[in-house]
């Protein structure tokens, strides 16, 4: 097998490639090149889908989708403050403001639905700190820096552009990077430390999520198009936040085939 199949086979989730990894790796090296399509839209399948994912337990898998709900509201919550920082097309209109706030709510009230809840040990309060000191260490110290300068009196908007440029690139670094790193704390502590929410949560909070993300795409996109010339920013951040609509979609849609499955065998 060649080293861009095998590669390509590392990027699927664990849980597949354990189960299924084997496999996949003897028919790429059976098809050759033309295996690669289908390797790239598994992997972008199998990331999407984490519900579908072999596991050993039904809270295994909820464990997994909570994940993947934090992950799409982290994502659309660093969307939408890249728009509103960086000058976005949304008008001090009151009803776009009051729509975005909307959506901010229901963002913050699908984090609280779908977030695993911490045992109540020591060993899991433990755990979870360890966890996230390793994995927001890094974007905490970047983060504190860019404040640091700032309130020591460097202006971001009159320093020259070279120091402007680093200190904008690294508030955004930070941020971008705790957006990743948040979601990589619950993936892992493991159930030791955390129980996944009942599914009846689970699903309200995906449906929260979907909510908002779909609210903010509508919002941020019209009001891109409406305005004097595209504005490709917002026009950009408004399709990434209906494409996790439709993660979250996909995501439901997994939990209710699961369901149907589970109530047939």
């Not at 060993?123 to 905490?140: E, I, K, Y």
């Not at 449906?207 to 795409?217: D, F, V, Y």
Request: aromatic share 4%; proline share 6%.
């Amino acid at each position: 097998m060649s080293v861009v199949a095998r590669s390509l086979v590392r990027l699927y989730p664990d849980a597949f490639r354990e189960r299924w990894g084997a496999l996949v790796e003897e028919e790429a090296h059976g098809a050759g090149w033309k295996s690669w399509p289908d390797l790239i839209a598994g992997i972008a399948h199998m990331w999407l889908h984490p519900a579908v994912w072999p596991a050993d337990s039904p809270a295994q898998r909820q464990r997994r989708v909570a994940t993947m709900g934090i992950t799409v509201a982290l994502a659309a919550c660093f969307l939408s403050h890249l728009v509103a920082e960086q000058g976005g097309p949304l008008p001090a209109d009151g009803v776009r403001k009051g729509i975005m706030h909307g959506c901010t709510t229901l963002l913050l009230l699908g984090i609280a639905l779908v977030a695993p809840r911490p045992r109540p040990t020591l060993g899991a309060a433990t755990t979870l700190l360890r966890w996230a000191v390793r994995r927001l260490a890094v974007p905490t110290a970047l983060g504190a820096t860019v404040v640091a300068l700032v309130h020591g009196g460097v202006d971001a908007t009159a320093s020259p552009p070279t120091l402007r440029t680093a200190v904008l690139a690294g508030w955004w670094i930070a941020l971008g990077l705790g957006a990743i790193q948040i979601p990589r704390i619950f993936t892992g502590v493991g159930a030791d430390a955390v129980v996944p929410p009942h599914p009846g949560r689970l699903r309200l909070g995906v449906w929260t999520l979907a909510a908002a993300s779909a609210t903010g795409g509508a919002t941020i996109l019209g009001a891109s198009l409406a305005a004097d010339g595209l504005h490709l920013l917002g026009a950009a951040v408004g399709v990434g936040l209906l494409l996790l609509t439709a993660v979250c979609a996909g995501t439901l849609r997994d939990l209710r085939d699961l369901l149907d499955l589970a109530s047939t065998d």
